[in-house]
């Protein structure tokens, strides 16, 4: 198996457990605020990191790369979380994750404009693929869509653009450390700037309220959709191309359906489903075919 496989599979890995965290911030968004859930995530997320990465020695940053590093997880982890868990209050779990899967593109358009990843032909039928299916199955789901939904797909799509820049640009630093302290510093940043903005808001007055279907919510949030996605992201992005790394987020709505069903009962349309099967056409045909040169 090649280095860029891996890169993948670990993608899809995070992308589907993200998915499931999607469809969780949804269940949980109601019961809090998008700061202090942004802090039970990463805030977690953050301590279950930090002992691990200090035990396994992990590389951490050049001095130099830090600002860069920090900059970048305040970007992403402070930023795009804050939008993400925003967005939930307003669409469903679904609109939300296949907004989401909106990221392969910006992702190609950002790689390409900055000259880190050489567009081919069947890399942008593949992703042109997945786009469409994700495209179709918002716009004939209207009827099953909460009022003022466009509001949270709006937002979701500016979170969007956040993480598309953080694949682009985190690569390298990823490359010149390893991915689990590059993730354990950005998520530590973060987290410190959610936690405070959250006491500033109040934010944690609502934990009282918290009942256990609650608590096991933040709880998956912060163990799996804070510390074992993000480190597998990274992980991918450190093997693989920013595009390719990106393009599986598209399986992210499947489970994130699958959440908003079980858990809230939101409903799946069959133009979900067939939107799903040209998302994973596009999945197969753009990461397969000849290895991506890498530009480093």
Known sequence: ???????????????????????????????????????????????????????????????????????????????????????????????????????????????????????????????????????????FDLSNAPPGAWRGEAIMAGATFLMSLYNVWSRPYIARSDPLAFVTVGMGAAGLGLFVWALLIGGFDAVKDFHAPQWIAVGYLGVIGAALVFFLWSFALGRTTPTKTAVTITVNPVFASAVGALAIGEAIGINLIVGLIAVGAGILLATTGAPAKDPR
């Open 1 to 139: 198996m090649t280095r860029e496989n891996i890169g993948v599979m670990a993608a899809v890995a995070s992308a589907a457990l993200g998915g499931i965290a999607s469809g969780t911030t949804r269940f949980v968004i109601g019961a809090t605020d998008p700061v202090t859930l942004g802090v039970f995530r990463y805030g977690v997320g953050f301590l279950l990191l930090l002992p691990l990465a200090l035990m396994l020695k992990s590389r951490w940053p050049a001095r130099e790369d830090w600002p860069a590093v920090v900059g970048l997880g305040l970007m992403f982890f402070f930023a795009f979380s804050v939008m993400f868990n925003l967005a939930y209050s307003y669409t469903t779990a679904a609109r939300g994750a296949l907004t989401l899967s909106t990221m392969p593109l910006m992702t190609m358009a950002a790689a390409a404009v900055l000259g880190i990843e050489r567009l081919t032909a069947r890399k942008t039928l593949g992703v042109l693929i997945a786009f469409a299916g994700v495209a179709g199955a918002l716009l």
